[in-house]
């Protein structure tokens, strides 16, 4: 890795800096394998930390992981704050040794513990790696806004995220832009034993769960049920919660592996809405109660606020969802088949299909030198 031009012998080298939580690492992995698909000799290779849940979906996916120490931002005065010049310092240099160890050819950051070192170390001199940057928030991450600064090119997930650069979507996969939620309905709601003509809700609150979500639908389980509403409900792994048996079922779960086949099963999504959550639920079409975190800068709620004044969702604030708040919304929506179309048609129109492959070709132009021309020969 230098400055002087890639061997033409030599694949091309991505990094991908999107570690952390599942909102950062499933973009960078559908980036990755836009790449692949568009230059199938390519090398693309992860960055993580220990900590993060990378570590679990960067394998499955079959790539390459390498481990940074983290650096969290803090947003307050404290002890963390203090050592965080050291921090930067010390992931910064393992970061190099990455990049000069995979011969990088380009550093696309997602935001994130890992993007920030991953940006300084591709600045450094003797690397000067080219770093596309994508943000996914309707609010620039610092790291990200760092990166930004001296990027080939950057790309934004929605509008007003405060980054110079085209809004292209979310990098989605296939598994999800494609998924056609009608044809797998039936097997999607057998996959989970839900009733296979009942309307059904879909609650969800990441990957660790909700419990504000948690109390308010299991509250109002009984009220849904009596309504003929089934229910499929992912409470987290550290968290459960407590329904009667009876039917339509109540099927709650720890974690849902196959997310396909949950927005398949569903007709409606209780959901909080950060940016990843949006995007997919959006890209299929799904009507949804979005609930903001009530905590951080607002991006949640700014995150949703396209699909909603697009007629796709409802934003609902955390402390305004009660069992009886949820049995509101929820019953007359399932129960009425032409608001749930028209939220639907909504939910799509917010949607970008083929966000992957525009990133991949702006990090390929990036790669090649050819960022900001007509492209890359493809």
């Known amino acids: 890795m230098s400055d002087s031009p890639r061997s033409p012998r030599r694949p091309l080298s991505v990094v991908v800096a999107g570690g952390g939580t599942a909102g950062h690492i499933e973009p960078a992995l559908a980036l990755a394998d836009a790449v692949r698909r568009l230059r199938p000799d390519a090398r693309v290779t992860a960055l993580g ?13 079959g790539y390459p992981l390498e481990l940074v120490p983290p650096v969290p931002l803090p947003r307050k005065p404290s002890k963390d ?7 930067v310092v010390n992931s910064v240099r393992r970061t190099r040794k990455v990049l000069r160890a995979v011969e990088a050819d380009v550093v696309v950051g997602f935001g994130g513990y890992v993007a920030l070192p991953a940006y300084l170390a591709a600045r450094l001199p003797g690397s000067r790696v080219p770093v596309v940057v994508h943000e996914a928030n309707a609010s620039a991450g610092i790291a990200n806004k760092v990166g930004a600064r001296h990027a080939a090119a950057v790309a934004a997930a929605v509008p ?11 990098p989605l996969r296939r598994a999800i832009t494609t998924l056609d939620r009608e044809a797998l309905r039936a097997k999607a709601r057998a996959h989970f034993g839900l009733d296979p003509d009942a309307p059904t809700l879909l609650v969800f609150g990441g990957s660790q769960g909700a419990r504000s979500l948690n109390e308010a ?65 959006s890209a299929v079409g799904l009507p949804a109660v979005y609930v903001p975190l009530p905590h951080g800068n607002g991006e949640q709620r700014l995150n949703a606020l396209p699909v909603v004044e697009h007629g796709g969702g409802i934003l609902v604030e ?8 949820v049995v509101e919304l929820v019953v007359p929506l399932l129960t009425s088949g032409e608001r749930l179309s ?25 790669a090649e030198g050819t960022a900001g021309t007509e492209g890359i020969d493809r």
């Open 49 to 61: 930390t220990s900590r993060g849940l990378e570590t679990t979906l960067v394998p499955k996916r």
């Open 81 to 87: 704050l203090a050592a965080l010049p050291w921090r």
């Open 160 to 170: 007003g995220s405060g980054l110079d650069g085209p809004v292209i979507g979310m």
């Open 217 to 281: 639908v299991a509250g109002a389980a009984g009220a849904l049920r009596a309504a003929g509403i089934g229910v499929l409900h992912a409470h987290g792994p550290k968290n459960t919660v407590e329904v009667p048996r009876g039917t339509p079922p109540y099927v709650a779960v720890p974690y849902l592996e196959r997310m396909d086949l949950a927005y398949a099963a569903a007709d409606l999504a209780i959901c909080r809405s950060g940016a990843m959550t949006v995007a997919e639920v």
């Open 318 to 325: 955390d402390a305004d969802l009660t069992p009886e708040k």
């Open 342 to 366: 028209a939220m639907s048609a909504g939910a799509r129109r917010t949607g970008h299909a083929d966000a992957d492959e525009t990133l991949a070709r702006m990090v390929l132009e990036a």
